[in-house]
């Protein structure tokens, strides 16, 4: 393989991992065993050409964790690259020349900027002298080298995952340094067997150290790599150790594992101990396991975490987890969380698009801001799952979702797309390289009770992915799932992924008729809804376990403007002066509030998850997320109201979407409901029409019992109102529990005379 990696690389299992389980590194270390330097804060910057001059001068600042396009003064076109992928799209839309596409050759992607690199430099303190030091990158893009103190330390082409590197050579202890490490400026500089992401719809490329930067010092055997595996079962831990010995000498040392509890610090085990030589340069892995006698499981709703500490004779260090498993069942196409069946609600996050955006600056960096994303929203709209889609995020966030309670469908940044893709883009990724960058990729956040399923590709076609998967599936002690995209699953109980685009035809299907040849499908009705029944149009006719991670096809810009996916949607949905920006904001919840309504109605899907939370706003954006303010993240309010309700845990669907009744008839109404808690909900179901100023008539009701994780569905018959004008039909389920909380599904129907 002409892969390149860091100088540290201590296992066929993965890298070195220091601070396993999300651990911050901002203070030293308790432990006299290990120090840890926090090195985030503002750097020095300058950007070349070349990649091999280091600059002379300096005068620019950028923050570290963050992105080049934050640095002042600003780097002009920084972020100017176009992949080929969005170059390919384009052409196929009709919105590039194809001439434009056709003198890339084999390259990634066309640059728009006068430079190849970025250089990062900060100088800083080093602790006493000790036996080892480590320089941790988390993460940084587009590829990274290294130096301290004018030696070359290592490199690191992979941009989603973590490098580490032995600088003991070349630091000097209790005194000043200077570190320097250079980035990539654009993808196009990485070697191309090298992963830089793939996504047809992102117009920019943004470069950085977008995670955090330490070093570490101990003495020998370090401590390589933890990894914690609930073992439910046994009401036990398992912990796998990987130990490396710099020194030139044998060493036998003391292996300690004790488990506490991570908020209050209380002994959760015994110390459960082992001995192990090794050899000079020798690495070594050891699994132990630790009792959890009375084990506190970890749940969304109780997000209870322990923290395990590895103690050898030079080095020690503490590895976050919580206690559960879960799993993904066939038989019953349900996601399992500690054994019960247990249903994802949420939303996607494409960081990786977001950081294009003009607005993004600093925020994913901001604590405040973060929680307000990751927390505060999400436990308003009754979701207690993301994917992270098509690129990883800081290891913060993780420990966010760890702390409060997510469950996340982690995605890599592969992406190929299939018959309507431009080129066969799975002939340019490389199965050596792939396993490496998933097998980091498992190391990094193995840890993370939040990381409930690896997702390793996004509508994706690719020849023996399975094998790579299960391969590298092994590494993972926890046994989590696997979600293939559409190259279908690659074990007994993986899920699948489902994208529902419904309105996908009536907005590209003049250009994919004319791609594919064949007559342009019938435009979508809201009415069809009432005669479809779970999933309709999935690419994978599958009985495993599908989870909806994106539907909709409605997006709007934050102005109210349609996105290049949906500028020939609105128009039809909302012919002459209807189309109006608030009529749009309007239609576009409603849409959204009655298709999540109805995927959650049938049970048909382990998960439900809207496209998309959080992503970029861009004239030239094909999609666009949902916030009227993004600095202080306040929701579209049509949008929060409609789906607020649509996601409640007591689900209401009401099966009627026709547009208009006649007065005076007789109607039956259809009603599911579903209950996604594992507790019995009884209450009242309502039914009834309101007209225009509010006013209630025509109303029918009845009580409601479901079971826990149960489903049922109602029918109710109601006279039309003899008045005609414009009515919202309303069904609203009110929770003997909690009257004051109801769940309301309603319809806008116009009511006419009978002829």
Request: with cysteine; net charge negative.
């Amino acid at each position: 393989m002409n892969i390149k990696r860091t100088t540290l690389w201590l296992a066929p299992l993965a890298l070195a991992l220091f601070c396993a389980g999300g651990a911050r590194l901002n203070a030293a270390s308790d432990n006299s065993h290990r120090t840890t330097l926090s090195l985030n804060g503002q750097w020095d910057v300058a950007d070349s050409v070349s990649p091999d001059a280091m600059p002379k001068s300096y005068t620019h600042k950028a923050p570290v964790p963050g992105l080049a396009h934050s640095a002042v003064p600003v780097f002009p076109d920084v972020d100017q690259f176009q992949s080929r992928q969005l170059l390919g799209n384009l052409v196929s839309q009709h919105r590039l020349d194809p001439a434009i596409y056709k003198k890339l050759g084999d390259a990634r992607g066309l640059s728009h900027q006068d430079r190849n690199y970025f250089w990062y430099r900060r100088s800083f303190d080093a602790p006493a002298q000790n036996a080892v030091a480590l320089l941790r990158i988390n993460k940084a893009q587009f590829g990274a080298v290294a130096w301290l103190n004018g030696v070359r330390i290592g490199e690191h082409d992979p941009c989603f995952t973590s490098a580490t590197f032995d600088v003991t050579k070349a630091i000097h202890f209790g005194a000043a340094n200077e570190l320097v490490i250079r980035i990539g400026a654009h993808p196009g500089v990485l070697p191309p067997n090298v992963m830089c992401g793939t996504d047809f719809e992102k117009n920019r490329w943004t470069p950085g150290i977008y995670d955090d930067v330490s070093l570490m010092t101990m003495s020998n055997p370090v401590i390589s790599v933890v990894q914690a595996a609930p073992q439910l079962s046994t009401s036990s831990v398992l912990v796998q150790t990987e130990l490396h010995n710099y020194a030139d000498h044998a060493i036998t040392t003391k292996l300690s594992q004790q488990a506490f509890e991570w908020k209050s610090g209380a002994s959760a085990s015994g110390v459960v101990e082992t001995e192990a030589s090794l050899a000079a340069g020798e690495t070594k892995i050891i699994i132990q396991s630790v009792p959890l006698p009375s084990a506190h499981l970890w749940t969304p709703e109780d997000p209870f975490l322990y923290q395990v500490t590895t103690t050898t004779h030079g080095d020690s260090v503490k590895t976050r987890f919580g206690q559960r498993e879960i799993r993904f069942d066939t038989v019953t196409q349900r996601a399992m969380l500690n054994g019960r069946p247990y249903f994802l609600r949420g939303s996607n996050i494409t960081l990786h698009r977001f950081f294009e955006d003009p607005e993004s600056g600093t925020l994913p960096w901001d604590d405040a801001w973060v929680h307000r994303l990751l927390v505060t929203i999400p436990k308003q709209m009754h979701w207690n799952a993301f994917r992270f889609c098509i690129g990883p995020v800081p290891d913060r966030w993780l420990e966010i979702a760890d702390e409060t309670g997510l469950l996340i469908q982690n995605e890599y940044f592969v992406w190929t797309g299939g018959e309507w893709a431009f080129e066969d883009y799975s002939k340019q990724y490389n199965h050596d390289e792939m396993q490496v960058e998933y097998t980091e990729w498992l190391r990094d956040n193995w840890n993370h009770p939040s990381v409930a399923v690896w997702d390793a590709d996004n509508e994706s076609w690719l020849p023996g992915w399975a094998d790579i998967i299960n391969k590298v599936r092994p590494l993972d002690l926890s046994n989590r799932a696997w979600e293939n995209s559409y190259n279908g699953p690659a074990a007994a109980n993986d899920p699948v992924e489902d994208h529902q685009y419904l309105w996908g035809d009536t907005a590209m299907g003049d250009v994919w008729s004319e791609q594919s040849g064949t007559p342009r499908p019938p435009d979508f009705k809201l009415e069809n809804l009432e005669n479809l029944f779970g999933p309709t149009e999935s690419s994978n006719k599958t009985a495993h376990a599908l989870i909806l991670n994106e539907y909709g096809w409605v997006w709007l810009n934050r102005d109210g403007t349609p996105t290049l996916l949906t500028d020939k949607l609105y128009p039809k949905l909302l012919p002459g002066d209807k189309n109006t920006t608030e009529n749009r904001f309007k239609l576009q919840a409603y849409i959204l509030g009655g298709e999540t309504e109805y995927w959650r109605a049938y049970r048909r899907y382990a998960g439900i998850l809207h496209f998309v939370y959080l992503m970029a706003s861009d004239p030239k954006g094909f999609t666009a997320d949902h916030f009227q303010d993004l600095k202080n993240l306040k929701l579209n309010p049509y949008f929060e109201k409609e789906m607020e309700q649509a996601f409640k845990p007591l689900g209401v669907y009401l099966n009627f979407w026709h547009p208009t009744l006649t007065t005076g008839q007789q109607q039956r109404f259809s009603i599911a409901m579903v209950n996604d808690e594992d507790r019995l909900r009884t209450g009242t179901l309502r039914l009834f029409f309101t007209d225009a100023d509010g006013k209630e008539s025509a109303a029918g009701e009845l009580p409601f019992s479901i079971a826990p994780l149960g489903a049922e569905t109602y029918n109710i018959t109601l006279k039309v109102p003899a008045t005609v004008g414009s009515y919202s039909l309303q069904a609203v389920a009110t929770p003997a529990d909690d009257a004051s909380n109801p769940t309301i599904s309603h319809r806008d129907v116009e009511i006419k005379a009978t002829k």
